[in-house]
């Protein structure tokens, strides 16, 4: 009997040995939990330049953007700016549950950081493009309340800002099509908001150095992150909408937060999105794109309203998430424990009307949710 026990550890042992693992301090992870952590990287990752927008990563037009964006130039009273907003002392978002321009709106500030990595823009993803996403404040009578007539010409008759814009442009502003010259405000905006990438973070050194099987290197990662890593990329499952380099898949769900707006009504959230975006005179599919070949605006033309997109939002990236408090669409979340609460204790009674929703209730211990946010603050 003692041979066969024996015989049974030597046997479980041999398998034991037989899975990969990489040790880091107390913390072991697997095979393909590695290969997990690897997706999120490298970063910064390489991006190409926008082809729809023509001045994407020309140094004249993301000096003349940067100018805009800081200036109450574009605003109708002069009183607002897009800072007002985008804080870039507080990660290019404003730290306010609702934001605030000429009036409150309805929805929380998402910060501008790495927007040239999305697919779709705003909480609803109403825009496709980021020149077009930079023109929506401008337009908006609760933001900048502007008009193109305004912007053109505000920039016709001052000296500074139309140098700027020829510049840019090689042309002045255009005297016959105030349209056309306030979309070029929003390509500038655009170019320097492309600018505007979060720095690398300790998960990126650990990250790299999991990559490289360089175990020295990987342990100055808090244990506690580490942990709460395993959560994240395991019980967590939350990589299933946080994926790669950027943590976000760039797509739309239903978190289960209320879509009542506190003004009144309902946000109908990507349905109304989309309901928008075929409206918009700005789109990849409008004569405004600079691309002749139009490569990215496939997913405009055949995109489409459904019963499930109510109440969906955008999948926010998680860079950078410790410094973007309020959280959810609406701000209702105040810190980071908030949210992981929210999803462990989700009600999925609200969710997943068609059947189609990737979110579940964690049902996440004490410990757990204060490990998962260890590893978001690393982020």
Not at 264 to 272: A, E, Q, T, W
Request: positive net charge; glycine residues 8%.
């Amino acid at each position: 009997m003692r041979l066969a026990v024996n015989g049974l550890l030597t046997s479980l042992l041999c398998v034991s040995a037989a899975i990969p693992t990489f040790a880091a301090d107390n913390v072991t992870f697997s095979d393909d939990e590695r290969t997990s952590i690897i997706s999120h990287g490298p970063w910064p990752p390489k991006v190409s330049l926008d082809p729809s927008n023509r001045v994407s990563g020309n140094k004249s037009a993301i000096a003349f953007g940067r100018e805009l964006f800081r200036s109450r130039f574009l605003s109708a009273s002069r009183q607002h700016s897009c800072i007002t907003c985008h804080k870039p002392n507080a990660a290019y978002a404003d730290g306010l549950a609702l934001s605030s321009g000429v009036t409150k709106v309805d929805r929380n500030t998402i910060s501008l950081a790495n927007l040239r990595l999305n697919r779709w823009y705003g909480w609803d993803g109403g825009s496709d493009n980021l020149w077009a996403q930079s023109i929506r404040p401008i337009l908006d009578a609760r933001e900048l309340n502007a008009t193109p007539a305004l912007i053109a010409k505000r920039l016709r008759n001052d000296p500074p800002f139309s140098r700027g814009y020829q510049s840019s442009f090689k042309t002045s502003p255009n005297a016959h099509d105030d349209e056309q010259v306030l979309v070029n405000v929003g390509k500038a905006l655009a170019a320097y908001q492309e600018t505007v990438v979060t720095p690398r973070t300790i998960f990126d050194d650990f990250r790299d150095a999991l990559a490289r099987k360089e175990t020295k290197q990987a342990k100055p990662y808090p244990e506690t992150a580490k942990r709460g890593l395993k959560i994240f990329i395991g019980k967590g499952k939350c990589g299933l909408c946080h994926q790669g380099p950027n943590f976000t898949n760039g797509e739309f769900d239903n978190a289960g937060v209320r879509y009542f707006k506190p003004s009144g009504g309902i946000d109908k959230g990507r349905f109304g999105g989309i309901q928008k975006l075929k409206k918009s005179p700005y789109t990849l599919l409008g004569r405004f794109n600079d691309d002749p070949k139009n490569s990215l605006g496939v997913a405009t033309r055949h995109v489409a309203r459904s019963h499930q997109s109510w109440g969906q939002f955008r999948v926010p990236s998680l860079r950078n998430v410790l410094r973007t408090a309020p959280y959810m669409h609406d701000g209702s979340l105040a810190i980071l424990k908030d949210v992981v609460q929210h999803y462990s204790t989700l009600n999925e009674e609200r969710l997943h009307l068609d059947g189609g929703g990737l979110l579940r209730r964690l049902d996440l211990t004490d410990i757990e949710i204060d490990e998962l946010v260890a590893f978001l603050e690393t982020l």
